[in-house]
């Protein structure tokens, strides 16, 4: 190769450089490799240096390529290998491939710039002090482990951030003193983690950037990002008390404001946010508690204060807090902020403007009071927004989850006309769908919550009509439609109408139905793996089955087969509830003079000894089924001692050890007791 191609090859190396294309990376490398190639072949012309190499990097991180960033590391790593490089600018490249990582969405991004960030710091140690990383590629690691919202990310931006403040001391070092980005960065850490107690550490660090402030530190004054960043964190993984703690920081940063430190004045981000950690969290008297700071910012906007004026998500949040809430009058006071959001728009106010989440939301309010008046108000709302979305008012659409709210209301709302009234609104909404409303197709929720309204009434067909929704389904599925997909859900709720209807057959349906799931997860669909719930309803159809003797024995023989698919499967675990329908379906179906009677409720009860799951209800089962000489010999019993007789307290520990009964079950024996 001639000096006159080796200077037309670093030309060309120059120009890839410049030119942002998916093939400047690999272009790039190509010229780099030939240029190495002949430097080892001993042409002094084609003498490699470290800028070539930067130039590649570069290439490779603006080309926008899938594997820029690796190829990136890769030319990195081999640029480390030569003995005649460029500290400054090889520093230069190692911040500059740790930018693109800490850009990149790849799942080991955040690892990937650690390392390379662990590399700076060691040859910082071994070869010069230009290998010393900068704050802005801690920062870049920092903001790395935010993005991937991995379990450790916590822990692991903790290590980082305490390395950068070991190195901060030297004197030479204090640029990397952490400043209020940095402090910004580690809490946002914590704020999207997963790790126990991440709310806390979160706390923690503003404090810490309270103190160095207070220290004279002007560069960790915390901000209104740093205290909404605290108040996410409590939001996400706060625990009880997640939302006075979030209220006492809003509080803490008026208070700061005015005392002169403008940078914590809470802003409306600010209080939504407190707002949304009440809205969500189930809490007793959350909508009133919203409402008070909705009126707290209201009048702060009274006297002049813009920063804390409410808009549609202020509205929003105080609406969902009254629907996750069980007060009382949570209609009434949903209706009165809708009715004042609308008005405040149309004097004017074009913050307040309601959304199809304002509306949705209020929907939801009356679907979970669920009472004749409140379905019937829903109704009239979804109504409005149909006829004002064809009068082109405000232009809202209804959407699918306009409808899935109020088809669900009519199915938890236990009404002999639910059932028929959920039909009727997915029929509307599919009419609706088909003139153009693309926004309001029929999914697997709508048909899931109309499934469910048929199982909850024992009406004559309610079962058959439930079926023919979950044959609909899949015939809509197969037909292209991958909103519409039956689930686990869909399944289970056919066999549960099956299990509460009148038919004599309900054992065969319901495991008919049973076998369609089994069949359907076979062929692969993933969504239809049969779980506890499946086997206990047919368990139960068969408990509940009446008839005559026939019928009643293919019940019993359907329980049987169920029970030992349960016993045999590795994807499911008989508990108490498997184990007292079976022994309620072996006492129901066989008569007393029945010679399989009593050793099947012997094995059966023996078993769940076994498995530690003998709940109260078993208990109960077994001592009024059992006759004398079996409850003796079951429960050792001793008539020297009385010992155990009628006690479900005093029964060995480890026969009860693994049973997890759940809270509506709890709560259900606490009154009876009581």
């Known amino acids: 190769m001639s000096i006159f191609d080796v200077y037309e090859m670093k030309i060309l190396l120059k120009e890839w450089r410049h030119r942002v294309s998916l093939n400047s990376g690999r272009m790039s490398e190509m010229l780099l490799n030939r240029l190495v190639e002949e430097e080892l072949a001993g042409n002094t012309q084609a003498r490699c240096d470290t800028s070539m190499y930067a130039m590649t990097i570069n290439s490779w991180i603006t080309s926008g390529d899938s594997k820029a960033e690796q190829q990136a590391t890769e030319v990195l790593n081999t640029m480390g290998k030569r003995a ?5 600018l090889y520093a230069e490249c190692h911040s500059l491939v740790i930018d693109a990582w800490s850009k990149s969405k790849k799942k080991n991004a955040a690892e990937k710039a650690e390392t390379i960030l662990e590399q700076m710091e060691s040859l910082k140690c071994t ?31 903790d290590k980082i951030f305490n390395r950068m403040i070991d190195f901060s001391r030297n004197e030479d070092n204090c640029n990397l003193y952490p400043d209020q980005f940095t402090y910004n960065l580690l809490m946002k850490v914590w704020a999207k983690s997963r790790e126990k107690n991440s709310s806390k550490r979160a706390e923690e660090i503003l404090q810490m950037m309270e103190t160095q402030f207070l220290a004279g530190d002007k560069n960790s004054e915390p901000d209104i990002i ?61 909508g009133r508690k919203c409402e008070k700071l909705l009126m707290r910012m209201e009048h702060l906007c009274i006297d002049n204060d813009s920063n804390a004026k409410p808009d549609t998500c202020t509205f929003n949040s105080v609406l969902n807090a009254y629907a996750n809430s069980c007060e009382e009058d949570a209609t009434r006071k949903a209706e009165k902020l809708l009715k004042r959001m609308e008005k405040l728009y149309a004097n004017g106010d074009k913050d307040l403007k309601p959304d ?39 232009f809202i659409k209804p959407d699918t989850v306009s409808y899935n709210t109020v088809i669900a209301g009519w199915a938890n709302s236990g009404m002999p006309l639910g059932a028929r009234n959920a039909e009727n609104l997915l029929n509307r909404m599919s009419k609706y769908a088909l ?12 048909y899931n919550s109309v499934i469910n309204a048929w199982s909850k009434t024992q009406a004559d067909g309610s079962a058959q009509r439930a079926e023919s929704y979950l044959q609909h389904m899949i015939d809509l599925h197969m037909a292209g439609m991958p909103n519409v997909r039956p689930d686990i859900f869909s399944f289970t709720s056919v066999m549960n109408a099956y299990s509460k209807s009148f038919e004599t057959n309900k054992a065969r349906k319901a495991n008919s139905i049973l076998h369609r799931l089994e069949f359907l997860h076979k062929s692969g669909d993933s969504t239809c793996e049969p779980n506890i719930v499946a086997y206990g309803t047919v368990l139960n159809a068969c408990a509940h089955t009446r008839g005559t003797r026939q019928e009643r024995e293919e019940a019993f023989l359907i329980a049987v ?27 129901m179906l066989m008569t007393e003079d029945d010679v399989r009677r009593e050793p099947m409720i012997e094995r059966v009860f023996r078993q769940c000894c076994k498995d530690g799951q003998v709940s109260e209800r078993i208990w109960t089962l077994v001592k009024d089924a059992a006759s004398l000489d079996l409850y003796e010999r079951l429960i050792n019993f001793d008539t020297s001692t009385d010992n155990w007789v009628g006690s479900f307290e005093a029964i060995p520990r480890e026969w009860k050890s693994n049973v997890k009964e759940n809270k509506r079950w709890q709560r259900n024996r606490r009154i009876k007791k009581a």
């Not at 920062?139 to 482990?145: E, G, R, T």
């Not at 199809?356 to 927004?385: G, P, Q």
């Open 226 to 286: 740093s205290y909404t960043t605290v108040i996410n964190a409590l939001a996400r993984n706060g625990g009880k008390n997640a939302a006075k703690r979030a209220e006492d920081i809003l509080y803490r940063m008026n208070s700061l404001s005015e005392k002169g430190q403008l940078a914590a004045k809470p802003d409306t981000m600010a209080w939504n946010t407190v707002l949304s950690v009440y809205s969500t969290g189930n809490m007793p008297r959350a």
């Open 84 to 88: 005649d490089i460029d500290l400054k």
């Open 561 to 587: 087969a169920v029970m030992r698919t349960v016993r045999n499967s590795s994807n499911v675990t008989p508990n108490h509830v498997i184990y007292g329908s079976f022994l309620k379906a072996c006492v």
């Open 127 to 157: 070869l010069d002090e230009n290998m010393l990383p900068k704050l802005a590629d801690y920062k870049a690691v920092l903001k790395a482990w935010g993005k991937s919202r991995k379990t450790h990310a916590g822990k692991r931006a």
């Open 356 to 394: 199809i989440t304002t509306y949705n939301t209020v929907l939801k309010v009356y679907a979970n009071n669920a009472n004749v008046e409140s379905m019937h108000n829903a109704e009239k709302l979804l109504r409005r927004l149909e006829e004002n979305n064809e009068k082109h008012i405000h």
């Open 435 to 446: 003139c153009g409303n693309k926004n309001a197709q029929p999914d697997t929720t709508t």
